[in-house]
């Protein structure tokens, strides 16, 4: 091949005359002179070898950068992560010494002082170790101790539980007995909620599969946190600071109205200047939980104890306790990967839990509308195992659960914020659409209400009856029903315009209202408390259509399911709150420090800063100087 041919040469490695000669160093003479050309420095893309060397130095220069950067990064997020634990660590010591100073200065905050020491020791328990490793440090020796000495049978342990809810029901028996015998009328609460539990069992859907343990240890539970909150007074102290300290925490909302709609101003409207911000305060302060984790703890401690006592799956335990703090609608999010595996009877107790329970955003508006805020934090609290008893007893299981607990809990994220200001920013901003809901929910439906009322006002003047309106219509309905949950005859046709308004409308109507007759002194404490379990649920006709678009939104496969069962889910909500009423009724005796000051004067002084009295720590949102005047404080006769 000579040079000519050469420059014919294609780049498949072919000539252009179509031999299949290869491309090889030859020896070509050219006149005198010899040429060897090496073809493999011949570049396919007309470039020489020497070009390409520069690349591959550049390459190797960039990976080498590369993983210095990487290297970089790794030692960056090391030290931050080392810095924020000495920081962490730095703020534990500086706060225990600030406890012991505490101590040394004023010795008789021993309560607070012990609530600070747990409060830090569980949290340096959780940052470095976790709780539940701890936990299992524990309880793996005893476990194995248990199954080298004392191995017990599956059916021995059955009956060992047996023995066990019948001894706890005897004692509780015997608690009400002795009781209730010097005061005979609160046997009327009793004798409703065995009318509801009896109501409940004959509309079941399988009176034959009931399961009778998530029943009764329901009610055990509800029995346990109201004699705990009503008739222990420590517990009632721990309830009651618990109380006034969210009540307190919530006024703090005051100075970013006065900020936004004016100091003088921003009174002049209750519920746009002063209720509704304390939803977005709020709303703030629960997204902050969950960035932190500390609502993730909180939910899966309450599920593990319902699915651990009454033996409900983990998806039933799950949504129960996080109901008592998120609303039905936010929960499907969470739940949005199991609904479609669940059966008819877990689907029942999810959104059963969801009418019974209230969300803590709400709860923090109701609390500003001047109701007791300890009986409205617990409330919400007792209802839910009520409201896994009703939905197990009105709706059994008859078929096989599939979720698994581990699946569910770990569904329950943190949250995609990188620190505190944008959880709270997203917070806020989530509290919109609540906002929304419950401003154009008022709107509608109290403009309905008035229409309604004009209406039957009408139909009833014709007839020599103008007074005939829509809660004079509930004020008879619905007595009965809140005679037999322990309201004093003379309050009844007022709690049941309450619950009227709760079911057919909405519950924010129905505690405006109640706040609006504890300002005017229209009830008694005792009819006020069992009015706060009552209202307590997002039991209403609108919360259906709500919830039903909710369900649907999250797995629009099973809507035929959710259209069957929510109004029985809405009617089991509901008989939830009226069953814990009915505790309520029961147990409530007043203030249980009332017979502690005539045994020790001192207890009164104790507990000054607390009561419920002109120094209340909530500012009352109808100008007064107090959540309740002398005469509705709690133990007044």
Not at 325 to 349: C, H, M, Y
Not at 377 to 393: G, H, Q, R
Not at 514 to 523: A, F, P, Q, R, S
Not at 543 to 554: E, K, P, R, S, W
Request: glycine share 6%; aromatic share 12%.
């Amino acid at each position: 091949m000579t040079m000519e041919n050469l420059s014919r040469t294609t780049a498949s490695g072919h000539t252009s005359d179509g031999s299949d000669e290869p491309l090889v160093s030859k020896s070509h003479t050219i006149e005198t002179s010899s040429v060897v050309v090496n073809m493999d420095t011949l570049p396919r893309n007309g470039h020489c070898k020497h070009d390409s060397e520069p690349v591959e130095i550049t390459e190797t220069f960039g990976q080498f950068l590369t993983y210095c950067s990487e290297t970089a990064n790794k030692c960056k997020s090391s030290i931050q992560h080392r810095f924020k634990d000495a920081i962490f660590i730095a703020s534990i010591i500086a706060y225990s010494v600030y406890i012991v100073f505490v101590i040394a200065y004023e010795a008789t905050v021993s309560f607070w002082t012990v609530v600070d020491v747990v409060a830090v020791v569980l949290i340096v328990i959780y940052k470095f170790w976790g709780i539940s490793n701890v936990v299992g440090h524990i309880t793996t020796p005893l476990r194995a101790l248990r199954k080298r000495h004392c191995v017990v049978s599956p059916k021995r342990q059955i009956l060992a539980g047996r023995f066990f809810t019948a001894f706890l029901f005897v004692a509780l028996g015997v608690y009400l007995v002795a009781d209730l015998y010097d005061e005979p009328e609160r046997l009327i609460p009793l004798g409703g909620l065995i009318l509801f539990l009896v109501l409940m069992f004959v509309t079941s859907t399988a009176p034959t599969k009931v399961q009778w343990r998530a029943v009764l240890w329901g009610l055990l539970i509800q029995f346990i946190m109201g004699i705990i909150i009503l008739r222990w007074p420590p517990g009632y102290k721990v309830c009651k600071l618990m109380g006034d300290g969210v009540a307190k925490f919530l006024s703090f909302t005051d100075f970013g109205s006065k900020f936004v709609f004016g100091e003088k101003t921003y009174t002049m409207h209750v519920v746009v200047f002063k209720i509704l911000p304390v939803v977005v305060y709020f709303s703030a302060v629960v997204s902050i939980l969950y960035y932190l984790g500390v609502m993730q703890f909180i939910i899966k401690g309450l599920a593990k104890l319902f699915e651990f006592t009454m033996n409900t799956t983990p998806v039933e335990s799950f949504a129960t306790a996080a109901h008592i703090f998120i609303g039905q609608v936010v929960s499907t999010v969470a739940l949005k990967p199991f609904l479609r595996d669940l059966t008819l009877s877990e689907l029942n107790a999810v959104m059963t839990s969801g009418f019974a329970t209230v969300a803590g955003t709400v709860i923090a508006a109701y609390i500003e509308f001047g109701v007791p805020a300890e009986h409205v934090i617990t409330a919400s609290f007792m209802s839910a195992p009520a409201a896994l008893a009703v939905s197990k007893l009105n709706w059994p299981e008859t078929e096989v659960p599939t979720g698994e607990a581990k699946d569910v809990y770990v569904n329950l994220n943190v949250g995609n914020e990188h620190n505190i200001m944008e959880a709270a920013s997203a917070g806020a901003l989530t509290a919109i659409k609540l906002i929304s809901y419950v401003t154009v929910n008022l709107i509608a439906f109290i403009s309905l209400l008035a229409f309604v009322d004009y209406s039957l006002s009408f139909m009833g003047s014709r007839v020599g009856h103008p007074e005939f309106t829509f809660q004079f219509l509930c004020s008879y309905t619905f007595m009965p029903l809140a005679l037999v949950m322990g309201v004093r005859w003379q309050d009844c046709g007022k709690v049941a315009e309450l619950i009227g308004k709760k079911i057919f409308i909405n519950e924010f109507l129905s505690f405006a209202d109640l706040g609006t007759m504890i300002k005017n002194d229209e009830i008694n404490d005792r009819s006020i408390v069992i009015a706060t379990y009552i209202l307590c649920g997002f039991g209403s006709i609108a919360a259906m259509g709500i919830n039903l678009g909710a369900f649907t939104a999250a797995d629009s496969s099973r809507r035929q399911d959710y259209a069957k069962g929510m109004l029985r889910a809405m009617v089991g909500g509901n008989v939830a709150c009226f069953m814990t009423a009915c505790v309520a009724g029961i147990l409530y005796q007043g203030n249980p420090f009332e017979n502690m000051a005539e045994l020790n004067p001192n207890v009164t002084a104790l507990f000054n800063s607390t009561s419920l009295n002109g120094t209340s720590l909530t500012p009352d949102i109808f100008n007064q100087s107090s959540l309740f005047n002398s005469s509705l404080a709690i133990g007044a006769t």
